[in-house]
């Protein structure tokens, strides 16, 4: 089994900057992509930032040059967030992404992200 538990949300005025943290643990492939999607009320869950073992990103093409998203091995990743907007108040949540004989996602609980002045 697989578990992610992330950290770092919070309240945030327009412009400021926040960083989440994702922690993987149980049994954990170098073929799976770890990333970020987000979830605001209404709305549907969407991709915020992507990457896998060897750094290869993806990002939403709103958050490109805000946002950046690291991995330091194969179980931790973090989104660095900047320039916060307040479209960016989302529940934000961590993804590992596993393409083997059966394809299955790993979600975290969320944390929250809340922009406002």
């Known amino acids: 089994q697989v578990q992610l538990v992330e950290s770092g949300g919070g309240l945030v005025q327009p412009e400021g900057s926040l960083r989440l943290s994702c922690a993987a643990s149980?049994?954990?492939?170098?073929?799976?992509?770890m990333g970020w999607y987000r979830q605001a009320p209404g709305k549907q869950r969407e991709l915020v930032a992507t990457?896998?073992?060897?750094?290869?990103t993806n990002y939403k093409v709103s958050v490109k040059g805000r946002f950046t998203i690291s991995r330091d091995n194969a179980r931790n990743i973090a989104l660095q967030m900047s320039s916060l907007k307040l479209e960016d108040t989302a529940l934000y949540f961590c993804?590992?992404?596993?393409?083997?004989?059966?394809?299955?996602?790993?979600w975290g609980q969320g944390t929250q992200v809340t922009v406002s002045s």
């Open positions: 993804n590992l992404h596993r393409v083997a004989v059966i394809t299955r996602d790993y």
């Open positions: 149980g049994n954990i492939f170098n073929t799976d992509t």
């Open positions: 990457i896998d073992i060897g750094g290869t």
